[in-house]
């Protein structure tokens, strides 16, 4: 059940504890994929894994910015500070567990939204106001998470599976030329790019021609089977 569209009563008569958050980003995914693209793929994901679970799950209404200060070169990136994020998670998911819903999968779709969120859920766990985990659907799709980059093939063809109209298919060329081969600028396993306009000129990574609409069915359902595993799991976790 979307949170946005039950009533309250609706949302008074639903037995159930689990809820998934669906977090992202905005901000941008190089000149043909769109600033949203990391809360519009981690919403498409939370709804996919929630439809494939057997069970009731809410879905709450998705978190749009986070953690992306490093992409501030780039026009129409937003973001807030890591402090004011986990707070505002962290409150989000206590407002879910007042109802009820204190079993909470966080379903992220950014890379920079990871460690914040790992904080968030272990403390919120650990003082009992809810269970809660975190799911990058990104690090759950098999093979294929080596190829995630950044606007690069994944977050690309999974915009071509679920939003194609937001792709400008007449910029890949252009997207691929100014793209970087990988993230960030390693020496000694350290990065020195605090910044990705420090690595990439156009802000991609990787090439976002490798992956066309059908690579995109197969990366949500993936991604989908495995949050449906996950709600499985959090839902029976210390009931047995
Ligand atoms: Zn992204």
């Known amino acids: 059940m979307r949170l946005s569209e039950a ?4 949302a008074a008569d639903l037995d159930t ?38 069970g009731d799950v ?3 209404p998705t978190i749009p ?7 501030r070169a780039f026009d129409g990136t937003l973001w807030v500070s890591p402090d004011t994020f986990r707070a505002y998670v962290r409150e989000t998911i206590e407002s879910l567990a007042f109802h009820g819903f204190d079993r909470v999968v966080v379903v992220n779709g950014h ?3 990871v460690e914040a969120l790992a904080e968030v859920c272990r403390r919120l766990s650990r ?29 690309t063809a999974l915009l071509r599976h679920t939003h ?3 792709v400008r298919e007449d910029r890949i060329d252009e997207a691929r030329d100014g793209a970087a081969a990988r993230w960030g600028e390693w020496v000694s396993g350290v990065n020195l ?5 420090e690595f990439t000129d156009n802000g991609v990574v990787g090439d976002p021609a490798d992956g066309d609409a059908a690579r995109g069915e197969e990366l949500a359902s993936l991604a989908a089977d495995a949050l449906a595993s996950l709600l499985d799991a959090v839902e029976a976790r210390g009931r047995e």
């Open 7 to 10: 009533t309250w009563t609706d």
């Open 17 to 54: 504890d689990l809820a998934v958050l669906p977090v992202g980003s905005t901000e941008q995914h190089g000149p043909h994929a769109p600033l949203g693209t990391d809360f519009l793929n981690a919403e498409s994901i939370a709804e996919a894994g929630a439809d494939a679970f057997d």
């Open 58 to 60: 809410v879905v709450a």
């Open 65 to 71: 910015v986070g953690i992306a200060e490093e992409h």
């Open 111 to 113: 890379g920079g939204n």
């Open 127 to 155: 003082t009992g106001d809810a269970y809660a985990v975190a799911f990058t659907w990104f690090d759950a799709v098999g093979e294929h998470s080596k190829d995630m980059g950044h606007a690069g093939p994944l977050e």
């Open 164 to 166: 194609p109209e937001l």
């Open 193 to 197: 790019a605090h910044d990705s306009d």
